[in-house]
């Protein structure tokens, strides 16, 4: 199994962009975000654990899902917040940890937004990043990529665990204030590091 480093940040720090710059230098990119919707296709056994949890209605005619009206009913209370979260995140994570054996690299970086402590992921996990920047620029790059209106973002930031909170598991960090080149500097020294480690680790 590759030796695995954690990527996680806030929304509007740019965690895309750095993993796409991880990919072009050839590590293998495993993002929890895109399992999340793999798992729910129709056919898939976890959307068939949600409908016989949540009903019939969070399906569209085709038999997709529908998330908006997932969504709501599963925040309409923690409870339904829970169930939620206990058929998804177990096949979240087994799918992860497959693909993750599945790599061939030195080693792989599994991308997690809302990495924390307690999330199950951190303990396959070698090494964290995170990737930070200041709250105005997040604010800007959320702006700039959608219709969200300040209000709005400053809620969602304040829902999600704050960069210090974050900075107190993390081991490494990639700060975005500035330009693309220098986050390719960032990386690339990262890059270095992390196949050093994936050695040692081995031996």
Request: glycine content about 6%; some cysteine.
């Amino acid at each position: 199994m590759s030796y695995v480093v954690g990527l996680t940040g806030g929304i509007g720090s740019g965690k895309t962009v750095v993993s796409n710059y991880f990919s072009t230098l050839g590590v293998p990119i495993i993002d929890t975000d895109i399992i999340a919707r793999e798992i729910v296709k129709p056919g898939q056994p976890t959307l068939e654990m949600l409908v016989n949890s949540f009903g019939e209605n969070i399906l569209y005619k085709d038999g997709s899902l529908d998330r908006v009206v997932l969504r709501k009913l599963a925040f309409s209370d923690s409870s339904k917040t829970k169930l939620l979260n206990s058929i998804t995140h177990p096949a979240i994570r087994e799918r992860t940890l497959k693909q993750v054996s599945l790599t061939q690299y030195q080693y792989c970086i599994v991308v997690v937004p809302l990495l924390n402590p307690n999330s199950g992921f951190t303990e396959i996990m070698q090494r964290i990043l995170l990737v930070t920047a200041d709250k105005k620029i997040k604010i800007e790059r959320i702006k700039t990529r959608s219709n969200l209106k300040s209000g709005e973002i400053n809620r969602i930031i304040k829902s999600q665990l704050s960069d210090d909170k974050r900075l107190k598991f993390a081991n490494d960090v990639v700060t975005n204030n500035s330009s693309i080149q220098n986050i390719h500097s960032q990386v690339d020294e990262l890059h270095r590091r992390y196949k050093s480690l994936s050695q040692t680790s081995i031996q």
